[in-house]
């Protein structure tokens, strides 16, 4: 369980400076999938920042299954937008899978061990030796991916990780992070920009309106498990989708 | 294909072998006092470096390039990852750096023979003095460039500082230190140089300048030419070495033969010249 | 393939300029107030400078290090004050400084035609490359005997010598510069007409622009460097000259100033250039990148 509340980010030592985040209360539940859809440059990335502990919140408190999170949890994991930058181009895949699992305690045998399953879970098995440089963007991203289920975390933080692949691509790592959440039992909190790819993918979406706030929280009863061409062409997927799109397109009058 | 390849060979060499045949018939006939016939200067430097002196001047002389281009990497990179990591130590050490860095490492060669004497100690340090700050600036910058989602990766999977420094930001400098290390090795070698020519005993700089006070003239061409060698020979050992430990650098910037890639990634040029574009 | 461009050039040459700074960072970082940031930079950069001298004012006059080597820092500068005020210190600086701007400007005259010759033509460039890489690993110090010899110990010995060590960094500047021209932009000059003469001037040109200023940033410090070389082991007279006979002479306080002198002169030189470079790289910082460095 994690819970937010009344999180407020000022970048900068001015108190009185237009906050990053303002004012952000909602929690989201055990093994939940999350999505926080919100046009570019209203605070998605600075929330999950905040929420990582990789930077601190102004004011306000982020509880993570009852402890505050102050630096970054153990059984948390961050998927970033930029796969390029994100993995080391000098490891190979298998080692940048299993570089952060030798600072956790894991025994060497165990993280050979997580790391084969894990490559496995993103469909890179056989890969193991090539670097990230040698593959497309898809995969880079799931390589990304799979070093965040071997790091074995409660809860799965990620970035638009999506966002600068081609279509296909998306689809198919859509469909395949649904696969993994399932099979991996963790709760995930999902930024996009896309709406079709957040009722696509969550239980719940947030909307989140310049400077962040919660403009919205809306359930996504659409049946599970979910089919890009099925699930897409149900009344109810495009009613969701209205209602999220007139949401955002308000949000400047709002402001 | 081969046809072709064998004319790019051909269109390579034949300057050289013109030039090396044009100066090879002048210089037998020209009786210059400057420039001696080229079998003259070929056969001294037969006569002196296979293998009279290379004990004698040549070991010396590498050896105490090694030992100052050593220390220059070792002090060079600690002192870079310091600066380049703490805002205050770099600002704070710039002026001093630069004036360093901008002094021209012979002007201190009276001072190093005051300091140290006129034996080994006063060539290394010269050579030290000259080669740290490009591998030290050079560092220092590899250091702050590295990609922040990179720390930020670190940090959220909990990495120590230690691995963090060994995995994540030495090898993201690298590029950077080697190319701080490339351009101390030609700087080395000068320095290596000018301190054998002055108050020193042996060494190939002592060589080329005995020889012109003796008026040997072939045998200083000797010196010049083997000093040529030793600069080829260096960095094409050095290049070896970079290309090895650098090749997922050339790898992930789409430099590599295109045999090495299995995917050929759009944009990877357009990332190599601006790093800040997002590839789309 | 071509190896990526670099400065291959040798000598001091890592002057990065601060547009260098990965655009990523700098936008995710919010500027907190610019103006105090650097004047609190400059307050800390004067105290690691009193700091440094502080260190060497008292090591010298506790005697930690032995006072006939290591004056103390003040007398230097007394040392130094006395010659600029008496003026035998422009003397040498003038002296040192002529040769070092006939080199390269000589150099730059050569090296420049020959390379956006040998840069735009790949035949040539081919044809001239072995001689190159055979030339230029020579050091140009192993060269002061026969300077010597053939020039005397005047002002043309120390220009051959800064001639022939500056032109290398040169050289392949431009060389790189004209190769590197966007290919995109050759294409657009010509789909819109332009002539070779035109292109030359208009793509060409500005294009190598920016690597030659880098050339001559580098050239700068070599110069300098064999300037100085040239003086202390070729006898020319010069700063160089001057340190070896302060030495000599046993006055060390006059031979600490001299060096203080040469390494200022060294750091004015070097920030012009770079002021210059950074100035010919401004229209296109990430481009050049790879190269400034």
């Given at each position: 369980m994690l819970e937010v509340s009344r999180l407020r980010k000022v970048y900068g030592a001015d108190p009185q400076a237009a906050p990053a985040i303002d004012d952000v209360t909602f929690s989201v539940a055990d093994r939940e999938f999350v999505c926080i859809l919100g046009s570019s440059g209203c605070g998605k990335?600075?929330?999950?920042?905040?929420?990582?502990?990789?930077?601190?919140?102004?004011?306000?408190?982020?509880?993570?299954?009852?402890?505050?999170?102050?630096?970054?949890?153990?059984?948390?994991?961050?998927?970033?937008?930029?796969?390029?930058?994100s993995l080391l181009p000098w490891m190979t895949v298998a080692r940048n899978v299993s570089f952060p699992l030798r600072y956790k305690g894991v025994s060497k045998e165990d993280a050979q061990k997580a790391t084969e399953e894990a490559l496995e879970a993103v469909g890179l098995s056989g890969r193991q030796k090539r670097y990230p440089w040698q593959l497309s963007g898809g995969m880079q991203q799931r390589v990304a991916i799979a070093r965040a289920l071997a790091y074995r975390p409660k809860i799965l933080l990620m970035d638009e990780p999506f966002a600068s692949?081609?279509?296909?691509?998306?689809?198919?790592?859509?469909?395949?992070?649904?696969?993994?959440?399932?099979?991996?039992?963790?709760?995930?909190?999902?930024?996009?920009?896309?709406?079709?790819?957040?009722?696509?993918?969550?239980?719940?979406?947030?909307?989140?309106?310049?400077?962040?706030?919660?403009?919205?929280?809306?359930?996504?009863?659409?049946?599970?498990?979910?089919?890009?061409?099925?699930?897409?062409?149900?009344?109810?997927?495009?009613?969701?989708?209205?209602?999220?799109?007139?949401?955002?397109?308000?949000?400047?009058?709002?402001? | 294909m081969t046809l072709r390849r064998l004319t790019l060979f051909a269109q390579h060499l034949v300057v050289p072998v013109v030039l090396l045949l044009a100066f090879g018939l002048w210089s037998a006939q020209a009786e210059d006092f400057f420039f001696p016939p080229l079998t003259e200067i070929v056969r001294v430097f037969a006569d002196n470096w296979l293998f009279d002196r290379v004990g004698s001047d040549l070991v010396p002389s590498v050896l105490r390039l090694l030992a100052g281009y050593a220390i220059s990497v070792v002090g060079g990179v600690t002192f870079g990852v310091l600066f380049g990591m703490s805002r205050i130590l770099r600002t704070a050490t710039d002026p001093v750096v630069q004036f360093l860095r901008a002094l021209p490492a012979p002007a201190l060669i009276p001072f190093a023979m005051l300091v140290f004497g006129t034996g080994n100690s006063s060539k290394v340090f010269i050579i030290v003095l000259g080669t740290m700050w490009p591998i030290l600036l050079n560092t220092l910058d590899g250091v702050r460039g590295v990609e922040e989602q990179q720390l930020d990766m670190a940090r959220s999977y909990r990495i120590p500082m230690t691995a963090r420094l060994a995995h994540i930001i030495l090898p993201a400098a690298s590029p950077r230190i080697f190319a701080g290390m490339r351009t101390s090795l030609g700087i080395g070698i000068i320095l290596m140089v000018v301190s054998e020519m002055v108050a020193s005993r042996n060494g190939i700089g002592y060589f080329v300048l005995q020889s012109q006070r003796s008026f040997e003239i072939p045998a200083m061409w000797g010196g010049v030419i083997l000093l040529g060698l030793l600069g080829l020979t260096l960095s094409w050992i050095f290049v070896r070495v970079e290309n090895r430990v650098l090749r997922w650098h050339r790898g992930a910037n789409g430099l590599l033969p295109e045999s090495d890639q299995s995917s050929k990634k759009a944009g990877s040029t357009a990332r190599k010249n601006a790093p800040e574009v997002n590839d789309a | 393939m071509r190896q990526p461009v670099k400065d291959k050039g040798g000598p001091p040459s890592v002057?990065?300029?601060?547009?260098?700074?990965?655009?990523?960072?700098?936008?995710?970082?919010?500027?907190?107030?610019?103006?105090?940031?650097?004047?609190?930079?400059?307050g800390i950069k004067l105290a690691g400078v009193l700091v440094v001298l502080a260190i060497m004012e008292l090591c010298s006059r506790l005697g930690v290090l032995p006072r006939d080597w290591f004056p103390p820092v003040t007398s230097m500068y007394a040392e130094l004050f006395r010659l600029i005020v008496e003026q035998p210190l422009w003397v040498e600086i003038g002296r040192t400084l002529r040769a070092w701007a006939v080199g390269i400007g000589l150099a730059a005259l050569l090296a420049v035609p020959c390379g956006v010759l040998l840069g735009s033509i790949p035949l040539a460039y081919r044809m001239a490359r072995i001689v190159i890489e055979f030339c230029r690993p020579i050091p140009s110090v192993a060269l002061i005997p026969l300077a010597v010899l053939v020039y005397g110990t005047g002002l043309e010995m120390k220009v051959f010598l800064i001639t022939f060590a500056t032109f290398w960094p040169l050289l392949f500047q431009t060389i790189y510069g004209v190769q590197d021209v966007d290919p995109v932009a050759r294409d657009t000059a010509r789909a819109y007409g332009l002539g070779?003469?035109?292109?030359?001037?208009?793509?060409?040109?500005?294009?190598?622009?920016?690597?030659?200023?880098?050339?001559?940033?580098?050239?700068?410090?070599?110069?300098?460097?064999?300037?100085?070389?040239?003086?202390?082991?070729?006898?020319?007279?010069?700063?160089?000259?001057?340190?070896?006979?302060?030495?000599?002479?046993?006055?060390?306080?006059?031979?600490?100033?001299?060096?203080?002198?040469?390494?200022?002169?060294?750091?004015?030189?070097?920030?012009?250039?770079?002021?210059?470079?950074?100035?010919?790289?401004?229209?296109?910082?990430?481009?050049?990148?790879?190269?400034?460095?």
């Open positions: 990335s600075t929330l999950l920042r905040c929420l990582s502990g990789l930077i601190p919140a102004t004011s306000g408190e982020i509880l993570l299954h009852g402890d505050p999170v102050l630096a970054p949890p153990k059984d948390m994991a961050f998927v970033f937008q930029d796969y390029s930058r692949l081609d279509a296909q691509t998306r689809f198919d790592l859509e469909d395949l992070l649904l696969d993994i959440w399932r099979r991996f039992d963790v709760t995930v909190l999902f930024i996009t920009h896309d709406i079709d790819e957040a009722v696509y993918l969550a239980d719940r979406v947030l909307v989140l309106e310049a400077p962040a706030k919660v403009a919205l929280d809306v359930d996504i009863p659409l049946p599970r498990p979910r089919d890009q061409l099925k699930t897409k062409q149900l009344p109810e997927f495009a009613e969701l989708r209205t209602r999220l799109f007139s949401a955002i397109q308000r949000e400047p009058a709002a402001l | - | 002057a990065v300029p601060e547009t260098a700074a990965p655009g990523a960072r700098a936008a995710r970082r919010p500027a907190t107030g610019a103006w105090p940031a650097k004047r609190a930079d400059l070779p003469s035109a292109r030359f001037w208009v793509i060409t040109i500005p294009s190598a622009a920016p690597y030659i200023a880098t050339g001559l940033r580098i050239a700068a410090a070599i110069g300098l460097v064999l300037g100085v070389t040239s003086e202390l082991v070729g006898g020319a007279p010069g700063l160089g000259r001057a340190i070896a006979v302060a030495q000599s002479a046993g006055n060390v306080t006059l031979m600490y100033a001299l060096i203080i002198t040469t390494g200022l002169l060294g750091l004015t030189l070097n920030s012009a250039f770079a002021a210059v470079e950074r100035k010919a790289l401004r229209w296109h910082p990430a481009q050049r990148q790879e190269v400034a460095r």
